[in-house]
């Protein structure tokens, strides 16, 4: 003040009141400066995980959600903030029939005093309409007694499974290839396996024809339903670079359709002493996932070919087997049978009467040529 005049009390009270009240607004900035900064902290820590993170109200309407959920799942975060969760991405069973929000673990969690679940084995819905399988976690977030929304964790599992279903396709090969017969009665077998437990709708084997320059069909495999896209598939003849089959047969390496095509397609080439000898092909309505797959295929191919090269020998031991038998039986037995009939006649003394020694040296083959034919008649019995 330039005046030396005391305030007066209802000035010095304004002046409390306005230095009060810039104290609480600089205070109140200070605080909402720090809540910012502690969500952003908070917001760094939840997008660092690889694990999906989203949070809902009592009411089920997502309020937080984070990185990797929203790559997971293909949403954006407007897309999500504010929408039912179970409708967006809970909605259907793994089978596809329409799961009803009262019967989800997440949003019961939500009632009552707030119960925790643990799931595995279970799907969630991207925003393309398909699924991919979770494990989570809904832990009920809770003030004082009051549950105020559930906090849910949840990792895609999809790779871990379909590793475990590749697995699980090579341990069946060894299985039905082992209790296999013949070659004709395991590869349609074979094909079925690579088909339906992973997802594809068509499986079938191409081979060069005779003169190398096309590949026809071998055999082929549909799963049920199925059957009039197989013929029309597996009456085709490829060309070097023709689609999926001929780009793996040209480039020896596997092949799969461009993202977009109507059907989704995989093609292995099987390669032995550095030729292609066959091509796989699979094809999909769904696009099934193909990481790691054609591994899979080249390991079930190798066992097949084990396989056949085992019953191949085992065809060319019993061909020999056979062979041995028939020489066994032509050129001894039969020589020996007519050498045992005409001992016979000369024991029996029909040419003429023997003397002691003829007898004694005739008696001496009778028994070499009892033993050799007791010795034909073991090697065949061996033989059979």
């Known amino acids: 003040r330039s005046s030396d005049r005391p ?38 820590v939840m997008d660092s995980t690889d694990e999906g993170i989203y949070r809902q109200d009592r009411s089920g309407r997502i309020t937080f959600i984070n990185r990797a959920a929203l790559e997971q799942t293909g949403y954006t975060a407007a897309q999500l903030l504010g929408q039912d969760a179970h409708q967006m991405l809970h909605h259907r069973q793994p089978d596809g029939h329409p799961y009803p929000a009262s019967e989800c673990p997440i949003r019961s969690g939500t009632t009552g005093e707030g119960t925790s679940a643990r799931v595995q084995g279970d799907v969630f819905w991207r925003q393309d309409g398909a699924p991919f399988p979770v494990d989570y976690s809904a832990v009920p977030i809770l003030d004082g007694d009051e549950v105020t929304g559930m906090v849910v964790t949840f990792r895609d599992v999809s790779e871990a499974k379909l590793a475990e279903q590749q697995r699980a396709v090579q341990y069946q090969a060894a299985q039905l290839l082992a209790a296999a017969t013949s070659v004709r009665d395991a590869l349609p077998r074979l094909l079925g396996l690579l088909c339906d437990p992973l997802g594809w709708q068509l499986s079938l084997i191409w081979q060069p024809a005779d003169d190398g320059q096309v590949l026809r069909c071998m055999v082929a495999q549909a799963r049920p339903g199925h059957d009039d896209e197989l013929a029309l598939a597996s009456h085709e ?22 993202p977009g095509q109507p059907q989704a397609e995989l093609a292995v080439p099987i390669l032995q002493d550095g030729a292609v000898v066959a091509v796989v092909q699979l094809i999909g309505n769904q696009n099934p996932r193909i990481e790691g797959l054609p591994e899979t295929i080249e390991t079930v191919a190798a066992q097949f070919t084990q396989f056949a090269e085992r019953k191949q020998s085992e065809a060319a031991a019993a061909r020999i ?35 002691e020694e003829q007898r004694t040296f005739l008696g001496t083959v009778k028994r070499n040529s009892d033993r050799l034919m007791r010795l034909v008649g073991d090697l065949l019995l061996i033989g059979q």
């Open 237 to 258: 003849t490829i060309v070097p670079g023709q689609g999926t089959v001929g780009q793996a047969w040209q480039s020896r390496q596997p092949a799969a359709a461009p």
């Open 321 to 355: 087997k056979d062979q041995f038998v028939a020489t066994v039986s032509h050129e001894l037995r039969t020589p020996l049978a007519a050498m045992d009939g005409w001992l016979h006649i000369l024991l029996d003394e029909d040419p003429g009467p023997l003397n």
């Open 7 to 44: 305030f007066s009390t209802a000035q010095v009270d304004g002046l409390a009141e306005l230095t009060l009240s810039a104290a609480l607004a600089c205070a109140e900035a200070l605080g909402l400066r720090r809540l910012e900064v502690v969500a952003a902290e908070l917001q760094s």
